[in-house]
């Protein structure tokens, strides 16, 4: 639907009304996607509501993808895109890279399209995220992260494990903005006590399928980098690695697997892996 001035005007005044900070940007968005000025209408008291955007246009952009987006999906942040863009930097071109806790597949998709001669699996147990995932060209392994690993292949398979798990202390989700509460899956956001419980099950896994050297991205916050370090080192990582924006806050951890631990260097799948 084109969008004459007046209306453009108008939907940004209202949503700045409703409290969205990119009230703008959002406007141009709900301009374009809407067929009719009723449907624009319908969409702007959802939005309002403090629905997300991306749940009622359908899409979000990540690292310059359009990615599908399904109403009840966590919604991929452009703050995880710099997690995205170093891990492809750190995938060879003929690579594997397993993306846990894959969402609707941001981060695997980027990993695709930046490398496309490597194999990337997501992994996800909500079945409708797996869907998003699966709908945004994502092969998908639909699973709990610890039985998931062992379908997926034996110890050292993967060049790249990236991670963008709940990491929020449950005491502090009080702090997110309320429409995130409201509408977002409380399991994508809610890491427990420390914020740690999902984190140190990736660790976990990522120290046995990694190939020595292989690279872990893990997406944390506030100061976590420092409570993750050990755990990191206590699974045999070496090289660690806070990487911050450029506000100065913490957004990520990488990893490197270190090569003297002992390991199965078997090159040989599990029947109906699908990276075969």
């Given at each position: 639907m084109r969008s004459d001035p007046a209306m453009a005007a108008r939907t940004t005044a209202r949503l700045a009304r409703a409290?969205?900070?990119?009230?703008?940007?959002?406007?141009?968005?709900?301009?374009?996607?809407?067929?009719?000025?009723?449907?624009?209408?319908?969409?702007?008291?959802?939005?309002?509501?403090?629905?997300?955007?991306a749940w009622i246009v359908g899409q979000v952009r990540f690292c310059g993808h359009v990615l599908a987006i399904d109403p009840?999906?966590?919604?991929?942040?452009?703050?995880?895109?710099?997690?995205?863009?170093?891990?492809?930097?750190?995938?060879?071109?003929r690579g594997r890279a397993l993306d846990l806790c894959t969402g609707a597949g941001a981060v695997a998709v980027h990993l695709q399209r930046a490398v496309p001669s490597a194999a990337v699996i997501g992994v996800e147990r909500d079945l409708v995220a797996a869907g998003c995932a699966g709908g945004n060209?994502?092969?998908?392994?639909?699973?709990?992260?610890?039985?998931?690993?062992?379908?997926?292949?034996?110890?050292?398979?993967?060049?790249?494990?990236?991670?963008?798990?709940?990491?929020?202390?449950?005491?502090?989700?009080?702090?997110?903005?309320?429409?995130?509460?409201r509408y977002e899956p409380r399991a994508a956001l809610d890491g427990g006590a420390d914020g740690l419980d999902v984190i140190r099950r990736v660790i976990a896994r990522a120290g046995e399928v990694l190939r020595p050297g292989g690279w872990l991205l893990i997406e944390v916050g506030g100061d976590q980098d420092r409570p993750v370090a050990p755990l990191l080192r206590a699974a045999g990582f070496?090289?660690?690695a806070a990487h911050r924006d450029g506000e100065g806050d913490l957004r990520f951890v990488a990893a490197r697997a270190d090569g003297y631990r002992k390991r199965q260097h078997d090159a040989s799948l599990w029947p109906g892996d699908p990276l075969r």
């Open positions: 409290g969205c900070v990119a009230a703008p940007d959002e406007a141009a968005d709900l301009t374009a996607a809407a067929p009719t000025p009723a449907v624009l209408e319908t969409w702007l008291r959802r939005r309002e509501a403090g629905e997300p955007l009840g999906v966590y919604v991929p942040r452009f703050q995880t895109e710099d997690l995205a863009r170093r891990a492809a930097s750190l995938l060879p071109s060209g994502v092969t998908v392994v639909i699973d709990d992260l610890g039985a998931s690993i062992g379908v997926v292949g034996a110890g050292g398979m993967f060049d790249v494990v990236t991670a963008v798990a709940p990491y929020v202390p449950t005491d502090a989700l009080h702090l997110l903005p309320r429409d995130t509460l070496g090289e660690v």
